[in-house]
């Protein structure tokens, strides 16, 4: 039977969640492996969200548990260009914009069209 060290026992739950996720995020994770191309190196950038959490309790006759979680997210948010020794932060323009003002017009003809055809099935 394995039984865990006294410094593994003393880590409590969230500390081990925060050491797991911390190893898993790191400037490699954030900026991504440069591309050459013609003379062009490309350094790819994301944004790094990560949290955890945890938690545990016991109630008189019905037992008791805990548990935690953790999660990371990573989002592209645009690139750094390297050319004739000069560098340039490039964003990634987001394209929800655009969506949103394609699907208000869509709900916009939609909405027109109701009353033509409840006029016609009358």
Same mark, same amino acid.
């Given at each position: 039977?394995?039984?865990?060290?006294?410094?593994?026992?003393?880590?409590?739950?969230?500390?081990?969640?925060?050491?797991?996720? @911390?190893?898993?995020?790191? %400037?490699? &994770?954030?900026? *991504?492996?440069?591309?050459?191309? !013609? $003379?062009?190196?490309?350094?790819?950038?994301?944004?790094?969200?990560?949290?955890?959490?945890?938690?545990?309790?016991?109630?008189?006759?019905?037992?008791?548990?805990?548990? @935690?979680?953790?999660?990371? %997210?990573? &989002?592209?948010? *645009?690139?750094?260009?390297?050319? !004739? $020794?000069?560098?340039?932060?490039?964003?990634?323009?987001?394209?929800?914009?655009?969506?949103?003002?394609?699907?208000?017009?869509?709900?916009?003809?939609?909405?027109?069209?109701?009353?033509?055809?409840?006029?016609?099935?009358?």
């Amino acid at each position: 039977m394995h039984t865990p060290s006294t410094s593994a026992a003393a880590t409590s739950l969230p500390e081990r969640l925060a050491q797991q996720l @911390g190893s898993s995020v790191s %400037a490699q &994770t954030i900026y *991504g492996t440069p591309v050459e191309r !013609d $003379g062009i190196t490309i350094i790819p950038v994301a944004r790094a969200i990560y949290g955890f959490g945890g938690g545990g309790g016991s109630k008189a006759n019905e037992g008791e548990g805990s548990g @935690g979680g953790a999660g990371v %997210a990573l &989002t592209p948010i *645009g690139y750094i260009e390297l050319t !004739d $020794g000069k560098s340039r932060f490039r964003p990634i323009r987001s394209s929800v914009v655009p969506l949103v003002a394609v699907s208000g017009l869509v709900a916009l003809l939609l909405l027109r069209s109701v009353p033509k055809v409840l006029r016609r099935n009358l």
